[in-house]
């Protein structure tokens, strides 16, 4: 956990002004005892309530199925940033988002 990515996207986040809530399967224990001003949800869909951006750090199953059309209607903004590429983009297009991953062109169809 002392390594993972999201530590580092979430200090950046954080020292850009923005407001984290996170949420992980897995790991939230071991979050809670390295990072402090991060709020933590009881699952996906309460941490995306009211967010002006999803951003996807982890590739664990539980967000490999994710209701796309639901977290759009909790969001403030649908902006999902995959940084797993777990998503294929015109499925999240279809469902109203602006939508990035890593290492795509920005007119990747897949």
Not at 36 to 42: D, H, L, P, R, T
Request: net charge neutral; charged share 25%; proline share 5%.
């Amino acid at each position: 956990m002392r390594e993972a990515p999201s530590l580092a996207i979430i200090a950046g986040l954080q020292d850009a002004g923005a407001r984290v809530v996170a949420y992980d399967p897995e790991g939230m224990e071991q979050a809670r005892g390295l990072l402090s001003g991060v709020e933590y949800a009881a699952d996906a869909y309460a941490c995306a309530a009211g967010a002006q951006a999803l951003v996807l750090v982890t590739e664990w199953d539980a967000f490999r199925a994710l209701d796309l059309g639901r977290l759009r209607g909790l969001m403030a903004a649908p902006v999902l940033v995959d940084l797993r590429n777990v998503y294929r983009p015109e499925d999240v297009r279809r469902h109203g988002f602006a939508y990035a991953g890593v290492g795509r062109p920005r007119g990747d169809k897949g």
